[in-house]
């Protein structure tokens, strides 16, 4: 055999060893990024919850407590009902 054939297979083996390598890494990014962003959606929805109760509470308190157009919308779309007027 030649040595210059030899050389050429291990360096076309050592290219499919880095290119494989490189997929890897590329799919563990995107699938760690996909965990993040789906964790951030939980936890803004949570947040969401959590202001929409403090509301609620307040417009217990407060005689004069009113919400405002988009507060009511994001009430309602978490079906937490506040006794108060939109303004």
């Not at 060893?17 to 962003?37: D, K, Q, R």
Request: aromatic fraction near 12%; include cysteine.
């Amino acid at each position: 055999m030649n040595i210059y054939h030899e050389d050429y297979k291990k360096q076309k083996r050592k290219t499919k060893i880095i290119g494989g390598v490189a997929m890897a890494l590329i799919g563990i990014i995107f699938l760690s990024l996909f965990a993040w962003l789906l964790s951030i959606g939980n936890g803004l929805e949570k947040y969401e919850i959590n202001e929409c109760n403090k509301w609620k509470e307040q417009a217990e308190v407060y005689p004069d407590y009113y919400l405002l157009e988009w507060q009511e919308q994001q009430c309602d779309r978490h079906e937490i009902e506040i006794n108060a007027p939109v303004k």
